[in-house]
Protein backbone atom coordinates (compact mmCIF):
# COMPACT_ATOMS: atom_id res chain seq x y z
CA UNK A 1 0.00 0.00 0.00
CA UNK A 2 2.83 2.21 0.72
CA UNK A 3 4.51 2.03 -2.48
CA UNK A 4 1.00 1.96 -4.13
CA UNK A 5 0.72 5.50 -2.45
CA UNK A 6 4.11 6.80 -3.01
CA UNK A 7 4.03 6.06 -6.34
CA UNK A 8 0.91 8.08 -7.03
CA UNK A 9 2.41 11.06 -4.97
CA UNK A 10 5.70 10.78 -7.15
CA UNK A 11 3.47 10.53 -10.71
CA UNK A 12 1.25 13.61 -9.58
CA UNK A 13 3.56 16.24 -8.12
CA UNK A 14 5.58 15.37 -11.48
CA UNK A 15 1.88 15.97 -13.36
CA UNK A 16 1.19 19.36 -11.25
CA UNK A 17 4.48 21.05 -11.33
CA UNK A 18 4.97 20.05 -15.39
CA UNK A 19 1.60 21.72 -15.86
CA UNK A 20 2.75 24.66 -13.98
CA UNK A 21 5.80 24.84 -15.82
CA UNK A 22 7.74 24.83 -12.77
CA UNK A 23 10.82 22.94 -12.39
CA UNK A 24 12.01 21.00 -9.62
CA UNK A 25 14.48 23.67 -8.29
CA UNK A 26 11.88 26.04 -8.05
CA UNK A 27 9.25 23.73 -6.34
CA UNK A 28 12.13 23.15 -3.93
CA UNK A 29 12.89 26.51 -3.49
CA UNK A 30 9.40 27.61 -2.40
CA UNK A 31 8.90 24.48 -0.39
CA UNK A 32 11.98 25.24 1.64
CA UNK A 33 13.78 21.98 0.72
CA UNK A 34 16.47 20.57 -1.38
CA UNK A 35 15.86 20.26 -5.23
CA UNK A 36 17.24 16.38 -4.62
CA UNK A 37 14.45 16.31 -2.42
CA UNK A 38 12.11 17.15 -4.94
CA UNK A 39 13.88 14.83 -6.86
CA UNK A 40 13.37 11.71 -4.50
CA UNK A 41 9.68 12.67 -3.82
CA UNK A 42 9.24 12.31 -7.59
CA UNK A 43 11.23 8.95 -7.97
CA UNK A 44 9.14 7.18 -5.03
CA UNK A 45 11.83 6.68 -2.39
CA UNK A 46 10.94 9.66 0.05
CA UNK A 47 8.48 10.56 2.41
CA UNK A 48 7.66 13.85 2.67
CA UNK A 49 5.89 15.01 6.49
CA UNK A 50 2.38 16.18 6.97
CA UNK A 51 3.69 19.98 6.49
CA UNK A 52 5.89 19.37 3.64
CA UNK A 53 3.25 17.97 1.84
CA UNK A 54 0.72 20.43 2.79
CA UNK A 55 3.68 23.41 1.40
CA UNK A 56 4.05 21.52 -1.74
CA UNK A 57 0.35 20.96 -2.70
CA UNK A 58 0.01 24.53 -1.44
CA UNK A 59 2.65 25.86 -4.34
CA UNK A 60 1.20 23.27 -6.80
CA UNK A 61 -2.03 24.90 -6.22
CA UNK A 62 -3.79 21.69 -5.08
CA UNK A 63 -5.46 19.69 -2.44
CA UNK A 64 -3.09 17.52 -0.47
CA UNK A 65 -5.21 14.77 -0.94
CA UNK A 66 -4.77 15.36 -4.93
CA UNK A 67 -1.24 14.74 -4.77
CA UNK A 68 -1.49 11.13 -3.28
CA UNK A 69 -4.94 9.78 -5.34
CA UNK A 70 -4.52 7.63 -7.91
CA UNK A 71 -6.75 9.58 -10.02
CA UNK A 72 -4.71 11.90 -12.24
CA UNK A 73 -6.30 15.55 -11.60
CA UNK A 74 -4.17 18.46 -13.19
CA UNK A 75 -6.92 20.80 -13.76
Do not use: F, H
Request: proline letters at 1%; a neutral charge.
Amino acid sequence: MLETIQADLARNIIARRKALNMSQEKLALQAGVDRTYVSQLERGIANPSISILCRIAEILQCKMQDLVSDELSIA
